[in-house]
């Protein structure tokens, strides 16, 4: 069973306030991924890493930034939360293969911005 | 990236069998096809992956015609707990970097 932990699990925030959302993984894995999903809509990917100090955008711009400064760890921050940013942001990873590239999802973290 | 096209919904009863089909008309010679199931409020979790002719695992089955313009994920059997929305992904990481969901089929299975 993978082992890929996010935290906090739900957030309530004011406007404007700068977060960070938290995630971990335990397998070594060199690819991480964040996405953003609206209930009962697609996932939105909005940032990835190969590894060790590379970061890239997705194909959604959500006005947050990321940082991989450990291959463990893959923090996604809001400098100001707006209610648009509402939504549901779920990390993955996986072994970074060149076709059979298989993602493993933490439990998400669900954000609302009052 | 081969864009994938399934039903937005499908509907079914315990017990039964459930195929759900993939369109990905564009797939590229490298492409792996890879199926994700989500509950709410959780994050996607992998079932199968497969790139040629039948996979079989412990959940599921999955379906890959000699062309790979489509693929089925077979179901055996659902019960409740199947419910929940499943993806078709298509892709080769290695040179695009990264992996698109689609909007997934939801499947309802009802007693």
């Known amino acids: 069973e993978a082992d890929i932990y996010q935290t906090p699990r739900y957030l309530v925030i004011g406007t404007g306030k700068k977060i960070t959302l938290e995630c971990s993984q335990t397998?070594?894995?060199?690819?991480m991924y964040w996405y953003q999903q609206d209930p009962g809509m697609e996932l939105h990917l909005i940032h990835y890493s190969y590894g060790v100090n590379s970061t890239e955008k997705g194909d959604l711009s959500s006005e947050s930034t990321v940082s991989r400064i450990r291959t463990e760890h893959f923090p996604l921050t809001l400098e100001s939360a707006r209610p648009s940013h509402t939504s549901q942001y779920l990390c993955?990873?996986?072994?970074?293969?060149?076709?059979?590239?298989?993602?493993?999802f933490g439990s998400g973290t669900q954000l609302s911005v009052l | 990236l081969a864009k994938t096209t399934q039903p937005i919904s499908m509907d079914s009863y315990e017990g039964q069998e459930v195929n759900i089909t993939c369109s990905h008309n564009n797939i590229a010679t490298n492409d792996y096809i890879t199926w994700y199931q989500q509950f709410p409020s959780q994050g996607p979790r992998f079932i199968i992956q497969g790139y040629k002719t039948k996979v079989t695992n412990e959940v599921a089955s999955l379906f890959i015609p000699a062309d790979r313009k489509s693929s089925t994920l077979s179901l055996p059997r659902v019960s409740l707990s199947d419910t929940a929305v499943y993806y078709c992904?298509?892709?080769?990481?290695?040179?695009?970097?990264?992996?698109?969901f689609g909007k997934g089929t939801k499947l309802s299975v009802k007693p």
């Open positions: 993955a990873s996986s072994e970074h293969h060149a076709t059979n590239e298989k993602l493993f």
């Open positions: 397998m070594g894995h060199d690819k």
């Open positions: 992904l298509v892709g080769d990481s290695g040179s695009q970097g990264n992996l698109i």
